[in-house]
């Protein structure tokens, strides 16, 4: 199978404005790909926020690794953090998909991946965790860490 073959099957993408999952060429998923339902941006550039009642949706459905920042609003590290998950979101996508979880708004998924410590930074593969971490990091040490996971990061 030739790369251009392997290159044009379709991505499944899960809206993070209605959560309806759409398919997405492949090759066009940096073209700016809008919704086919609400007409929204698939990639906003921005991390898509999680809640209990979208989590197992949007991570079971979506083709695209997704890295989820597990934080709270009481937590100053997490706080100092979150412009470095925006950062990820911005000059990652659409390779993979950047969202947060508020763990006070979604108790019960915070619960079930058991998050003892935040911020706490998950990656998903096909509904499946392959890589968690506890604490802040720098840009740079977030996308090595990510590379280490076998993610297309590189620039
Ligand atoms: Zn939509």
Redesign the pocket.
Known sequence: MSASTVDRSPVHVV?P????R?RVPAERLGDHPR?P????PLFTGSPVSLVDSSFDTFVANSDLPILIDCWAAWCGPCQAFAPIVARAAAELEPRLIVASLDTESAPEIARRLSIRSIPTLLVFRHGREIGRRTGAMPLAALVAWLGTLGLPVST
Do not use: L, M, P
Not at 17 to 20: G, K, M, P, V, W
């Open positions: 809206c404005a209605c959560a309806q759409t919704c339902s609400c007409k929204q």
